[in-house]
């Protein structure tokens, strides 16, 4: 499957913006999706994942309560939507994608077999 994240952007502290990842090439229901960010000089993180069919979510403490992941099976679309924005959520986001089912692993980045080029996030203070 091939990913393309897109929806990223300049927003000042507290402001909002809703990333897209967009799947092609496989059947995206499939895989469980996950978000994942980088910042400049620190390791890649997890963000949310979500499950095939959506019913199952998961979220990194420090985004519970601002971000929100869904999916759209039907239009091959996931999302990220991420409010109350920090300075310190400035960095790549990424989004993955990995097959089978949801397993207690699911916030590990060496799981997940696919990932699209991310997009930039800037929070200005």
């Known amino acids: 499957v091939q990913l393309q994240a897109s929806g990223g952007g300049l927003v000042q502290t507290g402001g909002s913006l809703r990333l897209s990842c967009t799947a092609s090439?496989?059947?995206?229901?499939?895989?469980?999706v996950g978000w994942f960010r980088q910042a400049p000089g620190k390791e890649r993180e997890f963000v949310a994942a979500i499950s095939r069919s959506g019913d199952i979510t998961y979220y990194a403490d420090s985004m519970k309560g601002r971000f929100t992941i869904s999916r759209d099976n039907a239009k091959n679309t996931g999302n990220l939507q991420m409010n109350s924005l920090k300075p310190e959520d400035t960095a790549v986001y990424y989004c993955?994608?990995?097959?089978?089912?949801?397993?207690?692993?699911?916030?590990?980045?060496?799981?997940?077999?696919?990932w699209g080029q991310g997009t930039q996030v800037t929070v200005s203070s």
């Open positions: 993955a994608a990995r097959s089978g089912y949801w397993t207690y692993d699911t916030a590990q980045r060496g799981t997940y077999e696919y």
């Open positions: 090439g496989r059947t995206f229901s499939s895989y469980v």
